[in-house]
């Protein structure tokens, strides 16, 4: 039989307990919601394995303009923003691991920062701050944002999103994914090819081909 302050005592130990399992629960749903590869990493600067990966990616946009770069990525969020699903994913390219797409639309991802320009020997390439975006005249410098790059768990295979804007109305949108042969990056695929109408001041809206 218990008394009367051991009765009570229990009441308090329990009344904590109780509090708690909520914030035990929402602890728990965040740890399992993906992975977020990149974040691993010391600090948000894009790394050099990555500038190569853009540069490759670079290579391939058939201009003689100059090409001005977004100097941060963009975070493509699963619950908000761009979003494609995994399955529409792989009736383009089978081969794309979940594990890789998920590190996409990761939540948690945050946006990266380029202090180096990406390698590529065809352009004239210019980091250009988001904040004088507005003022970029489009038909003269073709200008290029990019997402962060997705990984897989063992960085064998890699997925990032491309927006170039080649004028002041139009542009395209792509998903690249790269996979690692004899430790080497090659893009094996570029699919979900859009095109984008930009206005300086408004969103871009995008039409899927």
């Known amino acids: 039989m218990l008394t009367k302050n051991q009765f009570s005592q229990s009441l ?20 399992d919601v993906g992975v977020d590869f990149n974040e691993t990493l010391p600090n948000p600067i894009v790394t050099s394995e990555e500038l190569k990966i853009y540069g490759m990616v670079l290579e391939e946009i058939n201009t003689n303009s ?7 990525t963009r975070a493509i969020k699963g619950d908000a923003g761009y979003y494609v699903k995994f399955n529409d994913f792989i009736d383009d390219y ?16 945050k946006q ?5 320009l990406p390698y590529d020997e065809k352009h004239n390439l210019v980091l250009q701050s988001k ?9 003269i410098k073709g200008f290029v944002k990019f997402s962060h790059i997705a990984f897989n768990k063992n960085r064998t295979q890699a997925l990032l999103l491309m927006t170039h804007y ?9 998903n690249v994914v790269l996979e690692k042969k004899n430790n080497e990056w090659k893009i094996v695929k570029h ?17 899927i081909l």
């Open 94 to 109: 089978p081969n794309l691991q979940k594990e890789t797409h998920e590190a996409l639309i990761n939540p948690l991802v």
């Open 131 to 139: 904040h004088t975006w507005p003022s970029i005249e489009y038909g």
């Open 191 to 207: 699919f979900n090819i859009s095109i984008t109408f930009f206005r300086k001041f408004a969103p871009s809206i995008s039409v």
């Open 12 to 31: 308090c130990v329990l009344s904590r307990i109780t509090i708690l399992i909520p914030f035990i629960f929402i602890f728990n749903s965040c740890k």
């Open 66 to 72: 100059i090409l001005v770069i977004a100097d941060t």
């Open 112 to 116: 990266r920062v380029f202090q180096n």
């Open 166 to 174: 080649n004028g002041s109305y139009s542009g395209w949108e792509k």
